[in-house]
């Protein structure tokens, strides 16, 4: 049983990735957890050693990214007593202390090279040796690494050790940005207003719905970290009371360089609708296409097995009534872009069967969009397939 607050999501991909981490969990190997920045790879460490045999013992983060080389081999491997200038006395390095525990390398990909070596050997045989010292150290430490840098590129730019990268790539656990994980982005915000209210004494009034919508549709570079402190930030300088679009967008340029990464409705729905134009052209390629294939086998199996049909006269313009029919069929063929749109989400899903993840990546939609229109246009009770 986890001793910190569960890998919070409910999200078709977090659901996943936290099935895939208990499973692993419960083993000795090595993992690689991959992400952005701010994704929250140390949380998913802390919940695989929660989950583990080794949950009683310590679990020792340490960023590669954050301790300057010179001094990162004395804090993995510890060093002894005028080992260096400074060195007064012997100390143990991480891996040392995380003995029989776990050890998370976050940053691995920004690990020198002479680093790499020695963390490979300890890897592949628990032996390792103080800085200044000629003694061998063993530990046990199971090691669970990150990085938010393409290893096989690294690997092939000669960066990073192709031994060390296979030995950590027994698993591998992908990360997804928070833009991608739709539904989560909401649990998560409730989450963290909970525990900065008990945190700072104060009552948070809340979202409105427009407010919600613009943490949906919001990009969050800085995923989940930028949602965190954004929120406490909300928290302490509103003293909680309820937030509108206005305030949110207030604080979201502040933290914000680039204007195009805060939410524009307007920008949106146009992408939105290019996006459902692209789809309804495409579809309609290929049902022409379709029915030009299937309309010459007719043709050619008719001429084959039966005579040729006679067509009925076309309709005479000049008939009492002939042009307003045609004209009424004509008519009879003009949507609206709502139900272009409507027809568009419909057929993918039929498509599909239902799998709404697989239908808002044929229309190039993002789920959270897809969701919204669903019930929007009365489709999210319908049942496809």
Known sequence: MSR???????????????????QVAKTEVSVLITGETGSGKEVLARFIHDN?????????????????SGILESELFGHEKGAFTGA??????????????TIFL?????????????????????????????????????????????????????????????????????LPPLRERGQDILLLAGHFIRLFERKHGISFEGFTSDSSEMLLRYNWPGNVRE???????????????????????????????????????????????????????????????????????????????????????????????????EKTSAQREILTIEELEKRAISQALETFGGNRRQTAKALGLNERTLYRKLRTYGLDGRRFG
Do not use: W
């Open 106 to 174: 976050d940053e691995i990909g920004d690990m020198p090279l002479e680093t790499q070596v020695k963390v490979l050997r300890v890897i592949e045989s628990g032996d390792f040796q103080r800085v200044g010292a000629s003694e061998i150290v063993r530990s046990d430490a199971r090691i669970i690494a990150a990085t938010n840098k393409n290893l096989p590129q690294a690997v092939a730019e000669k960066t990073f050790r192709e031994d060390l990268y296979y030995r950590l790539h027994s698993v591998e656990l992908r």
């Open 227 to 325: 949602l965190r402190n954004l929120l406490e930030s909300i928290l302490i300088l509103e003293r909680g009371k309820q937030i509108t679009p206005d305030i949110l967008d207030r604080h979201l340029a502040q933290r914000t360089r680039h204007k195009s990464l805060v939410y524009d409705p307007e920008k949106s729905e146009k992408n939105e609708l290019n996006l459902i134009y692209s789809s309804l052209i495409r579809l309609h390629q290929e049902i022409t296409e379709i029915k030009q294939i299937l309309s010459h086998e007719q043709e050619e199996t008719a001429r084959e097995t039966k005579p040729p049909l006679l067509l009925p006269p076309a309709p005479n313009r000049e008939e009492p009534g002939g042009e307003a029919r």
């Open 88 to 101: 007064v006395q012997s100390r143990k390095g991480y891996f040392e202390t995380a003995d029989r525990g």
């Open 4 to 22: 910190i607050t569960d890998f919070l999501g409910e999200s078709a991909e977090i659901r996943q990735l936290k099935h895939l981490a208990l």
């Open 52 to 68: 583990s045999r080794r949950s009683q013992e310590q679990f020792i983060p340490v960023n590669c990214a954050a301790i300057p």
